[in-house]
């Protein structure tokens, strides 16, 4: 089975370039399961349930999110459904490794139309982030309530090394480790030992002229002066990232990664 797995949304740009260019790769690549990381769709700062609606509509079965995902609040009400909920709300992740009771889940275990199970994990680093519990242990935790063999996890962190360490404890137990939030590709994916496929960061789908997504001017003042100033999404210089996995529906073991970056 194909897995396609699209990095960061950021902005108007970001949603435009995935608009035009997910249709043909999802056709192309017979994917069978599409997850899109959408923590920065509005503006770069969080996802409000409209966005959330038009990424469902352009077929992602799950949307995770990180550290973003409270920026804009209409997403709490949206996301507070019951734990055995299938609906949108439930489809769309914070990471599980917040504190409890915050809105919304950080997994989902669901069913394709082929019947084919599947599970996705949302994770959130804590190397140079806000806190939040041990994403090593969460993961073993929700691997043991989990019975899908293929199970996708979106690792939201900000340290290459974080990363790759969850990815090695995870190998052989979930089909692949992908990483989110630098908002810059890494040229490192591979397969590891056990049959998870890896990349430490998919980068973000959004506007490359720019420092990470926001406008280069703004982020340049901040730097220089130190001042405050309001944040805007840059518009130039689209790109689409995303990574494709080719597994066994029967095992989870992942047999291929490819990364993607299609754009302007
Ligand atoms: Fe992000
Ligand atoms: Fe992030």
């Given at each position: 089975m194909n897995i396609l797995f699209v990095g960061d949304v950021f902005?108007?740009?970001?949603?435009?370039?995935?608009r035009e260019h997910l249709p043909h790769v999802v056709e192309t690549n017979e994917v069978d399961l599409l997850v899109i990381n959408g923590e920065n769709a509005a503006g770069g700062f969080g996802i409000t349930p409209s966005l959330a609606e038009e990424l469902f509509d352009l077929g992602a079965h799950v949307i995770t999110t990180?550290?973003?995902?409270w920026d804009k609040k209409e997403i709490f009400e949206y996301m507070g459904v019951p734990a055995d909920s299938h609906g949108r709300g439930r489809r769309i992740l914070r990471p599980?490794?917040?504190?409890?009771?915050?809105p919304g889940f950080g997994f989902y275990q669901g069913e394709l139309p082929t019947g084919q199970a599947y599970a996705v994990i949302n994770m959130q680093g804590r190397v140079f982030m806000s806190s939040c519990d041990d994403p090593f242990r969460k993961a073993d935790e929700l691997l043991s309530k989990i019975t899908a063999?293929?199970?996708l996890v979106d690792i939201h962190a900000e340290a290459s090394s974080e990363k790759a360490a969850l990815a090695w404890y995870l190998d052989g137990r979930v089909t692949a480790v992908l990483g989110t939030h630098t908002h810059v590709?890494?040229?490192?994916?591979r397969i590891l030992h056990n049959g998870t496929a890896y990349q430490t960061d998919v980068g973000m789908s959004g506007p490359y002229d720019s420092v990470i997504g926001v406008e280069t001017e703004l982020v340049l003042a901040?730097?220089?002066?130190?001042?405050p100033g309001k944040f805007e999404a840059a518009k130039g210089n689209a790109k689409m990232c995303a990574a494709l996995i080719e597994c066994d529906g029967g095992t989870g073991r992942a047999t291929r990664i490819q990364r993607i970056m299609l754009g302007e």
């Open positions: 902005g108007s740009a970001g949603r435009h370039i995935v990180g550290n973003h995902v599980a490794n917040y504190a409890v009771n915050t063999k293929v199970v590709p890494t040229a490192d994916q901040k730097f220089l002066t130190g001042m």
